[in-house]
Every structure is written in C-alpha cells, then in structure tokens.
C-alpha cells in the first residue's frame, strides 16, 4: 500500500503541533520534514530543534529530507534529534557511500534523493546502500508547485533495473495524479498543498491509500 508522508513544509508553524497532529490523526504513515539551507535552494526551512520537538509528539516515522550542501555537517544533530529516514541529495559534493553508511551506523534508514534535472545514473552506484530514493518531481524549494511528469521515468527505470528499496517522489502530488506515480512503481507519496487544503484530510488519505 503506498506511503502518505504529509510535509509540514505546508503546515502553520505557529501551530505546527496542532498541524502534525492533524495529519497523523488523519492516517499520515510518515511526517516529512523538509531541511532547506538557503544555498543548496533558494529558501530556509526547519531545524534539529523542530525535528526533536516533533519527535516527542509523532506516533509516526520523521522523514528528514536536507536539502543541503554539506549536509555530513548536520548527519549527527538531525540523528540526535530523532530522524528516523534521514536523506541527502546525490547532487552534493562529498562522500555519499561514507554519509549513507554514517545514517545506517547510527540506526537510521538512509535516503538518496534526486533533483527533476538529474539522472538515476547518480545513484545507481549507491543502490544497494540507499533504503530510500527521492525522485522530487518539483525542483527543491518550494511547496505549492506543478508535478513535473518527466521525473515520472525515474520511477519505472529503477524498478526496472531491479531496485526494491523505498522510491518516493515528493512535490506537487494530489489526488489525481498520485495513480499514475504508483502504477510506476512508487511507494511514499510526500505530500504537502494538497492535504493540508484539504476539506477532510482524513477522507483524502483513505482515498489515497485505496490507490496503491
Ligand atoms: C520542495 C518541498 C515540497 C514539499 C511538498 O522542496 O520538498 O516538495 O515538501 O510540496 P507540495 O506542497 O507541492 O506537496
Ligand atoms: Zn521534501
């Protein structure tokens, strides 16, 4: 059954409790958190504080997406604060075998995540380290953007080529267009506008889980 992780890049942050709350309530199987550094992207989001605050409160796996340069800079406060997928993007400088290995030492689920503009090519050589590839449909940064339908070949090719891990795909996913993401063979759908515009998240995320 596919994965609801809401993002709570588009929840309230002054009532970022009630909104987490809201979302596990309404049958979230993960909370994904967005990590921005205002270099790696153009914009800044949350930190290991919010994450350990979550934690406190979440019944569900925290998915901590950094969209950071350097993020072995910070592999250690996000896992300190209670990470429990923990992802970095293929696109970094650095030793990506090295932070992947760091994250399983420490007891997480290690993710790697791709840009719309970069090929699976990036990650194919760290397949078999990665519990998680991001394939993000929007270009990283902002909320609230259109699904890019060309990121959808990802998705095919690394079941294709045999990978069994977790394939997420993150921005610009709703209801209508969540099928044709998991017919492709994905399995967490990180969702931020969409749910929380939603009348009755509750009724979206039982409609949601029927399609995969
Ligand atoms: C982009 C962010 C968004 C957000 C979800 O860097 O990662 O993808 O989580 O976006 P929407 O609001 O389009 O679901
Ligand atoms: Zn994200």
Redesign the pocket.
């Known amino acids: 059954m596919i994965r609801i992780a809401p ?1 709570i ?2 929840a309230d942050v002054l009532n970022l409790e009630r909104d987490a709350r809201k979302m596990m309530d309404a049958g979230a199987d993960w909370l ?1 958190v ?1 990590v921005m550094d205002a270099h790696f ?1 153009p914009n800044l989001a949350y930190s290991p504080a919010v994450v350990r605050r979550l934690k406190e409160i979440s019944t569900v796996p925290l998915d901590v ?1 950094l ?1 950071m340069d350097h993020p072995e800079r910070f592999l250690d406060p996000f896992l300190d604060a209670g990470a429990d997928i923990l992802t970095i993007h293929a696109e970094v400088a650095g030793d990506l075998g090295a932070m992947l290995g760091k994250i399983h030492r420490r007891g997480a689920r290690a993710g790697l995540a791709v840009r719309p503009g970069t090929g699976i090519s990036a990650v194919i050589p760290f397949l078999n380290q990665a519990d998680l590839i991001l394939t993000m449909t ?1 270009e ?6 259109k699904l890019n339908e060309g990121v959808l070949g990802k998705i095919s090719d690394l079941r294709r080529i045999g990978y069994t891990g977790e394939i997420e795909a ?4 709703k209801e209508s267009n969540l099928e044709m993401l998991t017919e492709k063979g994905l399995s967490v759908a ?5 749910l929380y515009r939603a009348e009755d998240p509750k009724e979206m995320m039982r409609r949601l889980h029927e399609m995969g």
């Open positions: 993002s890049l588009a994904h967005d992207v997406h969209m929007v990283p940064g902002f909320g609230g953007q993150d921005g610009g996913i990180v969702m931020g506008t969409a």
